[in-house]
């Protein structure tokens, strides 16, 4: 797992001080930059977003406790503060672990391995999420789930889109580009074939020489424009 970036963020000059000292003792984290001004603080954590603040709650302008709650989606916080009483409230806003000033480096690396631990937890969760096997149009004015296994191409009509199905003879008609249909759509299962009809790879069941193919009922015509990639990819 790679290094992981902090920022910290305290009014105290020592303090700010002695956390760079941690920071850069522990193999493990990166310093992306430290801060006594809060605000200032925050605009940094939103263009740099770092994995982790070490934030400390009583300051001028702007306490830990609202600028965590600003903070972007990716970043979590470790609070370091001298007073014990904001322990609850802290984790409250998801803080990873609270550290009670005076701070121990022992104390400091054992609340660093946790955010390390939760990192490489989410990190395995998302590379172990299973593949997306659908997706939901909206017609009729509601939202229809449909599986790709289901879809056998897509027909445009001038700002509309027909999804034909498998399961059902009316094809789904939705109010769609069809640069949005290919962006909805897995690029390893889906292709264009036309300004007109993208294809359900998987449901192809002959192709001739020149590009006429047998999708379900349908048969389809690869452009010109699109031939080359559409026989490099199939053949």
């Known amino acids: 797992m790679k290094n992981l970036r902090c920022i910290v963020v305290d009014d105290e000059p020592l303090a700010v001080k002695m956390l760079e000292g941690f920071v850069e003792r522990t193999p493990f984290l990166e310093l992306a930059g430290s801060y006594n001004d809060p605000v200032l603080a925050l605009s940094e ?19 830990g406790m609202e600028l965590s709650r600003m903070l972007p989606e990716g970043t979590r916080v470790i609070f370091t503060t001298a007073f014990k009483q904001y322990a609850f409230e802290s984790y409250e806003v998801s803080a990873l672990d609270f550290l009670l000033k005076p701070i121990r480096y022992q104390k400091f690396l054992e609340a660093a391995q946790k955010a390390r631990d939760w990192f490489a937890m989410k990190e395995a969760s998302l590379a172990a999420a299973p593949e997306k096997t659908s997706v939901f149009i909206k017609a009729d004015g509601v939202l229809r789930k449909v599986d790709y296994a289901d879809l056998l191409y897509v027909e445009g009509m001038k700002d509309y889109l027909m999804f034909h199905l498998r399961s059902q003879r009316q094809p789904l008609v939705t109010h769609l580009t069809m640069k949005a249909a290919e962006d909805m759509l897995p690029q390893d299962r889906f292709m264009r074939i036309h300004r007109s009809f993208i294809v359900n790879l998987e449901q192809i069941t002959s192709v001739s020489a020149q590009g006429d193919l047998k999708v379900g009922d349908a048969l389809l015509h690869v452009s010109e424009g699109y031939k080359d990639a559409f026989f490099e990819k199939v053949l």
């Open 45 to 63: 954590i939103r263009s740099k977003a770092p994995e982790i603040v070490f934030l400390d709650i009583q300051m001028p302008d702007l306490d």
